[in-house]
């Protein structure tokens, strides 16, 4: 192999040296496990069967699918012949499609099933380059193309892998789209591998014989890096395609590692907030003494302080009593929550550390091949992204925008050379577009995007992130965003978790549907206390003075999230431009403060 850290590589010395299961897979009898010489036989077969039909180096090709095995199988497939993964995401429009396959040139894509081949088929103008259009169904028959390819040309695959430099493209990872089409970001062989690698220097991260659930989309920057990771490390990876069934396999996977966006984290938070709550007599007592004895316990851990042997007796305590009831719902094994894709609330972090589970919050972007810092086991900081990681270097530009130097840094946008320089300098340096704050330890905070920050009208400036995730850390906010650019003053739009608000109803003796509860003064009554608990410590300009409570959530098939549950903030303003202006006409129900 010309260039030494490429993908299969990486997949080769994996097949060599790991042993048992290298991933599960969930049939109608159970979890299948895959050994790692079936799935190192399958990619063998499936890189060949290319091949024989004329994939070749540089050669762009689409996933169009859920997370399951034959995604995994089929991009290391594609990564052996030298061609450019093009992930899509499962649930993308017609018109998303086919902008990824013409954008990228893709020769051809592998399709899940005929509903997403029926996207490629009736999604817009034709695609002159798409050679190939595959569903799961074909990959048998692509298989048996491999076998018989394989055995008249015994050394051909292994020519194309030796072929492959580690300059050379594996694949293009495109924006979500928050603010406009996506752009396809070049990630090199060497990009990826740099990153996997970076584990070998963070202490009790992942290891051989970790299971790890992953749902998170393979289209994703996060989701892909844990992918890759799995075959490096040896741990073993249990795909679950709908992120709605986490909650259902986790107690018949019992992973011991959970790579998550924030939201499932808050979820989790409000279901165990919510039954502490309900909690009465005894047994409320009881939870509290725990949960007091488990916050001592973080606070002395994150000091880096040693324990009293009196209490850690005590946790141990409260974990058998009332800690491994929410544990098990978990799993019952779990040891390494991660969480990125999004800040996570500082309230969420320190419940999970006090039950005696550490989520490790990283920071990245996929212009640095996902990450960049991250909490530690042994180092972190809750409220924080975290240090540095290994051979990355930092540093913050006048304006307060984090800026990233590292060999994960991408080749840039594929075919927007001026995109490219507006963010890539020529000294290596990526802008991110995140403002951040450094401290003397090294720990980095994210304020906001550099694009969201509000400006009011009286020129203050005000960071939305941070109101909308203490707004959202109530149990019955679900979602939070916060308004502001050039008003007068900042406000909010809510929704509410349906199943708390539901109880809390009910407890109350208030009927009606989602609709008619958004409107009740007592809700109201409700929300403006929560508003008024976040606005407590903070600064009169950046204090939220009006909120209005929205009768629905915001939803993905609306276009405002993302898969990876980011609000798109343009399309939300769109989609609620008149409850946006209510709040500044005074037609909205104010939540005034002095």
């Not at 997370?67 to 993308?92: C, P, Q, R």
């Not at 930092?394 to 991408?410: H, K, M, N, P, Q």
Request: aromatic share 8%; with cysteine; charged share 25%.
């Amino acid at each position: 192999m010309a260039g030494n850290r490429t993908i299969p590589r990486l997949w080769r010395d994996a097949v060599a040296q790991n042993t048992g299961a290298a991933y599960l897979v969930e049939t109608d009898e159970g979890w299948r496990e895959v050994p790692w010489a079936d799935a190192a036989e399958r990619v063998e077969l499936l890189a060949n069967g290319l091949l024989a039909r004329g994939v070749q180096k540089g050669d762009a090709f689409g996933i169009l699918a859920r997370n399951t095995l034959e995604w995994a199988l089929f991009d290391f497939a594609l990564g052996h012949v030298g061609a450019i993964g093009a992930a899509i995401y499962a649930n993308s429009s017609p018109h998303d499609v086919h902008y990824v396959l013409e954008h990228s040139e893709a020769v051809g894509v592998l399709c899940e099933d005929d509903e997403q081949r029926a996207k490629v088929e009736d999604g817009g103008p034709s695609l002159p380059a798409l050679r190939h259009v595959l569903t799961y169904a074909d990959l048998p028959a692509l298989e048996e193309d491999g076998r018989a390819y394989r055995a008249a040309n015994p050394t051909a695959l292994d020519d194309a892998v030796a072929a492959i430099d580690e300059e050379d493209l594996f694949t293009f990872i495109y924006t979500s789209g928050t603010t406009g089409p996506p752009k396809g970001c070049m990630i090199r062989h060497r990009n990826y591998y740099a990153m996997v690698t970076v584990v070998d220097e963070l202490p009790d991260h992942s290891a051989a014989g970790d299971v790890m659930l992953l749902y998170l989309p393979l289209a994703h920057n996060f989701g892909r890096l844990m992918h890759l990771s799995g075959p490096y490390v040896g741990y073993t990876i249990a795909f679950v395609p709908d992120p709605l069934d986490v909650a259902r396999v986790l107690p018949e996977v019992r992973p011991t590692i959970l790579p998550s966006v924030p939201r499932v984290y808050e979820k989790v938070h409000t279901a165990v907030m919510s039954t502490f709550s309900e909690a009465t007599g005894a047994k409320r007592r009881l939870v509290d003494w725990a949960l007091r004895v488990g916050r001592r316990e973080s606070a002395l851990r994150q000091e880096g302080r040693p324990l009293p042997r009196g209490l850690a007796l005590q946790h141990r305590i409260a974990d058998r009593l009332v800690f491994s009831k929410v544990k098990e719902r978990l799993g019952g094994r779990l040891r390494r929550p991660i969480s990125g894709g999004a800040p996570l609330a500082k309230e969420v972090a320190e419940l999970f550390d006090a039950l005696g589970l550490c989520i490790l919050e990283g920071y990245g972007l996929t212009e640095c091949t996902t990450a960049a810092t991250t909490n530690r086991s042994n180092r972190y900081r809750f409220g924080t992204v975290g240090p540095a990681l290994p051979g990355f270097e930092l540093r913050l530009a006048e304006d307060g925008e984090l800026l990233i130097r590292s060999e994960t840094v991408f080749a840039g946008y594929f075919k927007e050379p001026e995109a490219t320089a507006a963010v890539l300098d020529e000294d290596g340096w990526l802008r991110t577009g995140d403002i951040a704050t450094i401290d003397a330890d090294g720990f980095v905070t994210i304020t906001d995007r550099k694009k969201d920050i509000l400006v009011t009208a009286g020129g203050k400036n005000i960071a939305p992130q941070n109101l909308e995730n203490d707004l959202k850390t109530s149990r019955f906010v679900s979602q939070a965003l916060v308004v502001g650019d050039r008003r007068p003053f900042p406000a909010a739009l809510i929704t509410l978790d349906p199943v708390e608000i539901g109880k809390w109803a009910a407890e109350h003796g208030i009927e009606g549907d989602a609709e008619t509860l958004a409107r009740h003064p007592r809700v109201h009554d409700l929300v403006s206390g929560i508003v008024d608990e976040v606005n407590r410590e903070r600064s009169r300009f950046e204090q939220v003075k009006r909120f209005a409570i929205l009768s629905r959530d915001f939803e993905m098939e609306q276009g405002e999230v993302t898969p990876t549950l980011k609000l798109k903030r343009r399309v939300v303003l769109e989609h609620f431009a008149d409850e946006v202006e209510a709040l500044y006409d005074g037609a909205a129900a104010p939540a005034e403060r002095s």
